[in-house]
């Protein structure tokens, strides 16, 4: 039988369902598009087209790869997030569509300063893809972005370079480390790890086996590094400056016990994702 890229398509599909992968037809189209270096809209346009032996043993290789749970944006090298592109590998966490939330929180308190230029940090920025983003959005700010890990920053750099240069200082450090406390920032951002470590072995093997565990495990419960940046970002907020922090949607009541345990913050705000769990939480620092 000769392969086409439409039986080839209908086949993988059948197979990725059998192995349970998730979303098997896009999975295939996506794949078979990277693959062969077209647009998936290209493989209906040429969807006769007959494979050479050499394209069918390159798929093959990335069906085994996705089979064995290896994630998909992993395997293409992207991520679609928000409103742009991200290149991802092993090393930094694929971007969730959940965390578009903690962007556009950002985004609106951002706007809300029409005129003045604010200076933002974010904290384990990973891919970069949520302070390229910003950087995008809203250029009249200055984006600043740390990461503990050099692997990540280098990634991070390379999406700020490819989203129009995006103007955004990088830095090596963990958290807090490599900066001076003073009372500097407008706005602290941070999606940290917040999975609670005996949660990390149900997760599925995509992300278990596969994504930085330091971008995951958030400790006995969940919420050491939530506390830690809760605890230390008022000393490097401005009076008024904004902390946001992306939370797991059953944390609620312990992030808000760690808001309340500091005198810094004024205002409690838990902002709900598209799926109606709350997912960020904005914290105002004290005018004085
Ligand atoms: N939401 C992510 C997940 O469920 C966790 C991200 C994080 O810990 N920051 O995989």
Redesign the pocket.
Known sequence: MEWTVFKLIAWTETYFRKHGVDSPRLTAEILLGFSLGIRRLDLYLQHDRPLENQELTAFKALIKRRKNHEPLAYITGEKGFFESSFQVGPGV?IP?P?TETLVTTALDLLAREPVKSSTVLELGTGSGAIVVSLAKASPKNRFFAGDISGQALDIARQNAGREGGAKIDFFQGSWFDALQQRPFWDMILS?????PTSDIRH?APE?KDHEPMT??D?GNDGLDCIRDIIGCACHYLVPGGHLLL?MGFDQKRKVMAAAQSCTAYDGIEFIKDLADHDRVVHLKKKID
């Open positions: 966490l969730r959940d999606n940290p790890p917040y999975i997760l992300i971008a995951l958030g992306e």
